[in-house]
């Protein structure tokens, strides 16, 4: 509100003069003047924020001890390559510390070091990546810090496996963890191949996004895409590579059975159920016709793929970067699913780090918070779509990306058969006399009964 002052002025100056008795009067008109005073208004100030200081690590050199290195590159790849390595960069300096991937063993020799090394209370890495296979020995021998118990990371972010925290998961504590893992036992397939006998390039897209990727319909095409092209008797194409371990590891899993499972912190043995059953039954039926072919030398399996010899590849999804100069365009699906499946099932590893329990707990939370940084998406490549970036550049169609890839990455369609985490179970001393010998399922199942209950025994700390 403004207040108005008026001043009024009124000069009247008379002159009276002795010199003549008349009066002289001179007159001055009055003059109104407003002055405006503003209102003060008063200033309200902000509260000055105090930016939180940085957590200092205090110079920590933190090691993942692997069985590879993961070195900066001095030329990145990529943009986002780039951008990854500026932030951890930055955040190791914002954060005071270093951390390096290093190899310290063979993949084979991991846990023995992480055991010996920890048991002796000089741990030979701040954290240790485990091949999935070595995982719950790790865990059943008490080496492992419970990750649950530290307040330095969120084991409920989307970036880590959930396969691995379910393996690694023994009640309430929760030992290890991993980003995310990409699919294994898939089918690539050759889109020149399958329009050479009238099949549509994207036919098994197709039947992947309508539920109808089955066995029966695998077969289906299995025999159309297999030709002797010069009537010699001999097949000059085949429908698919031979890898008898990848099709018996596969198959259960793609009828929503396993070989083994984990219920009330046991391993189960699952092989004799009847969906394990037909899944056995099934593969080892297709692996006796004359749909594959194993190349002459076991390590040309990629070859046969990439040079026309066969329609479909089954792999995992590094196989990829192996077929980068095929001259063919490919595509990626996963496998066929059996009669007791709802969805198509890719398989999946639980390779994971885990961090020795003999660090305190402040020094336990310093090496998760750095292994969280570590794990983080490049600022700027962290959408939920952003993943696909890198995937795009692989693979010579998008379909295999935001189809395939982007199923793989659903609730329930990674799945874990816990065989995988068996130390002394042996598969293949099941399907090779099946493959090989012609021996029944029942009798390979007979033969390898005692082997595989020991090893689900000895798992479980009954022996």
Same mark, same amino acid.
């Given at each position: ?29 009055? /003059? ?60 190791m300096?914002?954060h005071?510390?270093?951390? /390096? ?10 846990? /023995? ?12 890495a ?14 059943? !021998? ?23 925290e379910?393996v690694?998961?023994?009640g ?17 397939? =050759? ?39 010069? !009537? ?10 031979s890898?008898? =371990? ?65 329609a479909?590849y ?8 192996? &077929? ?7 595509? &990626?699906?996963?496998?066929?699913k ?8 890719f398989?999946?590893? $639980?390779?994971?780090?885990l961090?020795?329990?003999? &660090? !305190?707990?402040?020094?336990? /939370? ?8 570590w ?8 959408? $939920? ?32 058969d816990?065989? &995988?985490?068996?130390s ?20 390979g ?8 209950? $020991?090893a ?6 009954e022996?």
């Open positions: 509100m403004k207040i108005k002052k008026f001043v009024y002025l009124t000069l009247v100056f008379g002159m009276l003069t002795g010199c003549s008795a008349e009066e002289q009067t001179t007159e001055v008109n009055s /003059e109104k003047i407003e002055t405006t005073i503003p209102e003060e208004k008063e200033e309200v100030k902000e509260p000055e924020v105090v930016e939180e200081s940085a957590r200092d690590l205090g110079g920590m050199k933190i090691t993942i001890g692997s069985w590879t290195d993961v070195i900066e590159p001095e030329i990145k790849a990529s943009a986002q390559e780039e951008a990854l390595w500026e932030y951890r960069n930055e955040m300096e914002k005071n510390f270093t951390i /390096e991937q290093k190899a310290v063993a063979k993949w084979n020799g991991t846990l /023995e070091l992480m055991s010996t090394s920890t048991m002796a209370g000089d741990p030979a701040h954290v240790f990546h485990l091949f999935t296979t070595f995982v719950p020995t790790a865990i059943n !021998s008490n080496l492992c810090y419970d990750l649950a118990t530290l307040d330095s990371i969120d084991l409920n972010s989307d970036k880590w496996d959930s396969i691995v379910e690694t998961s023994r309430d504590s929760t030992y290890g963890i991993f980003p995310l893992q990409q699919p294994t036992i898939g089918i690539f397939f =050759n889109k020149r191949l399958f329009e050479d006998v009238g099949l549509d390039g994207d036919l098994l897209y197709d039947l992947q996004a309508s539920g109808e990727w089955t066995w029966e319909n695998f077969e289906e095409i299995c025999d159309k895409l297999t030709r002797d092209l010069d !009537s010699d008797g001999i097949n000059d194409v085949y429908a698919i590579n890898l008898p =371990n990848r099709f018996y590891m596969i198959a259960p899993l793609s009828n929503d059975a396993r070989y083994i499972s984990f219920e009330d912190e046991k391993f189960v043995g699952q092989y004799n159920n009847k969906e394990t059953v037909e899944a056995f039954e099934w593969v080892t039926e297709f692996l006796s016709g004359s749909y594959d072919l194993y190349p002459e030398n076991w390590k040309g399996q990629e070859e046969l793929f990439t040079s026309g010899k066969v479909m089954i792999g995992d999804h590094h196989n990829v970067m192996q &077929f980068q100069e095929m001259e063919d365009d490919f595509g &990626f699906v996963t496998f066929p059996g009669p007791n499946a709802k969805t198509n099932s398989s999946s590893v $639980a390779d994971c780090w961090i020795p329990n003999t &660090f !305190s707990k402040e020094e336990a /939370e310093n090496i998760a918070f750095a292994l969280d940084i794990s983080n998406p490049a600022p700027g490549y962290d959408g $939920a779509e952003d993943w696909k970036l890198s995937e795009y550049k692989l693979f010579r169609d998008e379909r295999a990306v935001d189809e395939t890839l982007a199923l793989a990455r659903k609730d329930g369609v990674r799945k874990f816990y065989h &995988f985490a068996m002394g179970f042996d598969l293949a001393a099941f399907y090779n006399p099946l493959t090989r010998n012609g021996m029944s399922v029942s009798e199942l007979e033969s390898v009964q005692g082997i595989w209950d $020991a689900i025994n000895k798992a479980n700390g022996q």
